[in-house]
């Protein structure tokens, strides 16, 4: 049973129960979307393409309904949520840009050749295909953009595959009417019937793991709760594949040369990132680097002193960030330039700014290299070029790595760049982590603990890459080929042929 807030008629909050799916809903709706998985997954691209714009337009008509659900539910700010469902909409165009063409599907023939250096050759063709179902688990930090129709539910879509929805009970009440929109503006466009569904409960997500009829499983969210799915799914007899974005410390290193020239700058900036959202981000900078006579505490602590106290996304949320504010504060050798400090989830958490060195650092990783999520960042002051590769060895995998750096630089960020390669997904220049472009290029992934498998984006259209597999047909009638794979190409698709001249 979740508890979401309800409005009265006099405009008052009041608390609405809203049941778990029962498991014989579950079963329904796993039923659903494999019937649903064969036509589906055969639809032309162009008509793939209509039904995700169709979804966007059904989203954007319904933000008067929507944006005061996830004001009640988030304590996010409507500026903030607005933005957010115009993102959302709009990475459901950019798939639908991206697969209308049919480049997605990479058609390859191979034609026959008997002379074939290593022996006759078979006729070849090779597609990508879906995966079938996919289970999608909704994020509590985007109610729009990382939930119900968000990138992991558009990419699946994208490539063809049904979505069954596991919802954030953060936002219950806007979980359940953002997927009967999409629902019904992908039938209305021609989807089958359990191509998208929505289902409720803790246990419920788990057990949508494990059934069989899933075949891929996508996961937002803390590193606890995804290592957990992470090994149910690959515990399963037939196991599959389960994309979870993590945690990240994404951390800033800024040389010499750059606090030189705009140290300042580079203070305001810094706080803007780790205190925005209060903190909630994936890609909030954990840490910032400094050489040890940067003198920049002072500014540090006055911009963050500067920033007011925000309500973080739920209770359960609040409590656990208070928990590992008190870890982190309680380390010897860190210091506190500014204390957030904060009573009750009622009021808020204002950013917590604190500072220590490499040799704390190190000698604490446990306790100082691990997420808080929330508004805490720690400055760490480096006293060579040395303690900062060293410092950049000590992590594990991340979203983002980002450097700060000057013409004069050169030699420190030669050092620093290929260690931060190793340990992320993003690496900046001048700039900072926070904010994500959704696009070709983009890649919101990296080496574990950031995500379960880093050669995979869940930003981006390349994110469409984790929903498909590749089948070769080999000497297959004409008739009984695929109409990608057909030489008449009624799809009018990309097609590339290899054969001898």
Same mark, same amino acid.
């Given at each position: 049973?979740?508890?979401?807030?309800?409005?009265?008629?006099?405009?008052?909050?009041?608390?609405?129960?809203?049941?778990?799916?029962?498991?014989?809903?579950?079963?329904?709706?796993?039923?659903?979307?494999?019937?649903?998985?064969?036509? +589906?997954?055969?639809?032309?691209?162009?008509?793939?393409?209509?039904?995700?714009?169709?979804?966007? @337009?059904?989203?954007?008509?319904?933000?008067?309904?929507? &944006?005061?659900?996830?004001?009640?539910?988030?304590?996010?700010?409507?500026?903030?949520?607005?933005?957010?469902?115009?993102?959302?909409?709009?990475?459901?165009?950019?798939?639908?840009?991206?697969?209308?063409?049919?480049?997605?599907?990479?058609?390859?023939?191979?034609?026959?050749?008997?002379? *074939?250096?290593?022996?006759?050759?078979?006729?070849?063709?090779?597609?990508?295909?879906? /995966?079938?179902?996919?289970?999608? *688990?909704?994020?509590?930090? *985007?109610? +729009?953009?990382?939930? /119900?129709?968000?990138?992991?539910?558009?990419?699946?879509?994208?490539?063809?595959?049904?979505?069954?929805?596991?919802?954030?009970?953060?936002?219950?009440?806007?979980?359940?009417?953002?997927?009967?929109?999409?629902?019904?503006?992908?039938?209305?466009?021609?989807?089958?019937?359990?191509?998208? !569904?929505?289902?409720?409960?803790? %246990?419920?997500?788990?057990?949508?793991?494990?059934?069989?009829?899933?075949?891929?499983?996508?996961?937002?969210?803390?590193?606890?709760?995804?290592?957990?799915?992470? @090994? &149910?799914? #690959? !515990?399963?007899?037939?196991?599959?594949? +389960?994309?979870?974005?993590?945690? $990240?410390? #994404?951390?800033? +290193? /800024?040389?010499?040369?750059?606090?030189?020239?705009?140290?300042?700058? &580079?203070?305001?900036?810094?706080?803007?990132?780790? !205190?925005?959202?209060?903190?909630?981000?994936?890609?909030?900078?954990?840490?910032?680097?400094?050489?040890?006579?940067?003198?920049?505490?002072?500014?540090?602590?006055?911009?963050?002193?500067?920033?007011?106290?925000?309500?973080?996304? #739920?209770?359960?949320?609040?409590?656990?960030?208070?928990?590992?504010?008190?870890?982190?504060?309680?380390?010897?050798?860190?210091?506190?330039?500014?204390?957030?400090?904060?009573? !009750?989830?009622?009021?808020?958490?204002?950013?917590?700014?604190?500072?220590?060195?490499?040799?704390?650092?190190?000698?604490?990783?446990?306790?100082?290299?691990?997420?808080?999520?929330?508004?805490?960042? &720690?400055?760490?002051?480096?006293?060579?070029?040395?303690?900062?590769?060293?410092?950049?060895?000590?992590?594990?995998?991340?979203?983002?790595?980002?450097?700060?750096?000057? @013409?004069?630089?050169?030699?420190?960020?030669?050092?620093?760049?290929?260690?931060?390669?190793?340990?992320?997904?993003?690496?900046?220049?001048?700039?900072?982590?926070?904010?994500?472009?959704?696009?070709?290029?983009?890649?919101?992934?990296?080496?574990?603990?950031?995500?379960?498998?880093?050669?995979?984006? $869940?930003?981006?259209?390349?994110?469409?890459?984790? *929903?498909?597999?590749?089948?070769?047909?080999? %000497?297959?009638?004409?008739?009984?080929?695929?109409?990608?794979?057909?030489?008449?190409?009624?799809?009018?698709?990309?097609?590339? /042929?290899?054969?001898?001249?």
């Amino acid at each position: 049973m979740w508890t979401s807030p309800d409005r009265a008629k006099d405009g008052t909050l009041t608390a609405t129960q809203i049941p778990d799916t029962t498991r014989a809903e579950l079963d329904a709706a796993l039923q659903r979307a494999a019937d649903a998985a064969e036509p +589906f997954g055969e639809q032309a691209p162009a008509e793939r393409a209509r039904q995700l714009r169709a979804v966007a @337009d059904a989203l954007d008509a319904a933000a008067g309904e929507l &944006i005061p659900l996830a004001l009640d539910e988030s304590h996010l700010s409507e500026a903030r949520l607005t933005g957010e469902l115009k993102r959302t909409t709009f990475q459901l165009r950019l798939f639908a840009d991206t697969v209308e063409p049919g480049d997605h599907l990479r058609v390859t023939f191979d034609r026959a050749d008997p002379d *074939f250096a290593l022996g006759p050759k078979p006729d070849l063709r090779r597609m990508m295909l879906p /995966v079938g179902p996919v289970l999608v *688990f909704a994020a509590s930090n *985007f109610p +729009f953009a990382f939930s /119900v129709a968000g990138g992991d539910t558009a990419a699946a879509l994208a490539a063809g595959c049904p979505v069954v929805l596991k919802g954030h009970p953060g936002h219950p009440e806007l979980s359940l009417r953002t997927g009967e929109i999409v629902a019904e503006a992908l039938r209305s466009a021609g989807a089958p019937e359990g191509a998208f !569904s929505v289902v409720l409960g803790f %246990d419920t997500g788990a057990d949508a793991l494990r059934d069989e009829r899933i075949k891929a499983a996508a996961f937002t969210g803390s590193v606890p709760a995804g290592r957990a799915l992470f @090994d &149910i799914a #690959n !515990s399963r007899p037939k196991p599959i594949p +389960f994309f979870g974005e993590l945690g $990240s410390l #994404n951390p800033v +290193f /800024v040389a010499p040369g750059a606090v030189a020239a705009r140290g300042t700058d &580079i203070a305001k900036g810094y706080v803007t990132s780790y !205190s925005g959202n209060a903190g909630q981000l994936c890609t909030k900078p954990g840490l910032l680097f400094l050489p040890a006579d940067h003198g920049l505490e002072g500014a540090l602590a006055e911009e963050s002193a500067g920033v007011a106290a925000h309500r973080l996304l #739920n209770e359960r949320l609040h409590e656990g960030y208070c928990g590992r504010r008190s870890v982190v504060t309680d380390v010897p050798g860190v210091r506190v330039l500014t204390d957030g400090a904060s009573n !009750s989830a009622e009021d808020g958490a204002a950013p917590t700014l604190l500072a220590t060195d490499v040799d704390t650092l190190l000698a604490n990783r446990d306790a100082l290299l691990e997420e808080v999520f929330g508004p805490l960042s &720690i400055v760490v002051a480096y006293a060579s070029e040395d303690e900062a590769r060293r410092a950049a060895e000590a992590f594990e995998g991340n979203l983002t790595a980002t450097v700060h750096a000057e @013409d004069s630089d050169t030699d420190f960020v030669a050092t620093l760049l290929p260690r931060l390669r190793e340990r992320a997904g993003r690496l900046l220049f001048n700039g900072w982590p926070t904010g994500v472009a959704v696009s070709h290029a983009m890649h919101h992934g990296g080496p574990y603990p950031a995500t379960t498998d880093a050669r995979f984006t $869940s930003v981006g259209t390349a994110a469409i890459d984790r *929903f498909l597999r590749p089948v070769t047909y080999q %000497d297959v009638p004409p008739a009984l080929l695929p109409q990608p794979l057909q030489d008449q190409n009624p799809w009018n698709i990309p097609q590339e /042929v290899h054969a001898r001249d």
